[in-house]
């Protein structure tokens, strides 16, 4: 167990690490802790309530002061039918055919619900957009 005393924003706050988690205590005038573990489970205890967020796990990190909707990729669209079409993005210039494509499939419901489901059960860039129709969603 690794544990320090760092002040963020004038206040004092308590690091301690030990294994796979990383707890934050906040002393002001509600003490407050973040623990995030190798699950990147998130819990947040104060004084006067506990809650428990599960976030996910922690991705990589885009280039700072940009979101995903300023990032430049080259898109294909394929309507399928009336509820059903395939969204692919990978880096401009690449061949459809190289495993280089991020491809969701987005399915519109009856009731106009809206699903959107990736190849492979994930956003990485390693499908062919020549494979949309074959691959699996999740």
């Given at each position: 167990?690794?544990?320090s005393?760092?002040v963020?924003?004038?206040?004092e706050?308590?690091?301690?690490?030990v294994a796979?988690?990383?707890?934050l205590?906040?002393?002001?005038?509600?003490?407050k802790?973040?623990e995030i573990?190798a699950?990147?489970v998130?819990?947040?205890?104060?004084n006067t309530a506990?809650?428990?967020?599960?976030?996910?796990?922690?991705?990589?990190q885009?280039?700072?002061?940009?979101?995903e909707d300023e990032i430049m990729?080259?898109?294909?669209?394929?309507f399928?039918?009336?509820?059903?079409?395939?969204?692919?993005?990978?880096?401009?210039g690449?061949?459809?055919s190289?495993?280089?494509w991020?491809?969701?499939?987005i399915?519109?419901a009856?009731?106009?619900d809206v699903?959107?489901?990736?190849?492979?059960?994930?956003?990485n860039?390693d499908?062919s957009w020549?494979?949309?129709e074959s691959?699996?969603?999740?």
């Open positions: 167990m690794t544990q005393t760092v963020i924003n004038n206040t706050t308590t690091v301690t690490e796979n988690s990383t707890t205590t906040v002393h002001d005038d509600v003490e802790t973040l573990n699950d990147a998130v819990e947040i205890t104060s506990p809650t428990t967020l599960e976030v996910g796990i922690i991705g990589p885009g280039r700072p002061g940009t979101s990729y080259s898109k294909r669209v394929d399928i039918d009336d509820s059903t079409l395939y969204r692919g993005e990978a880096v401009p690449s061949d459809e190289a495993a280089v991020r491809i969701r499939k399915t519109i009856v009731d106009n699903t959107e489901t990736w190849a492979g059960g994930n956003d860039f499908k020549l494979d949309r691959l699996s969603y999740v």
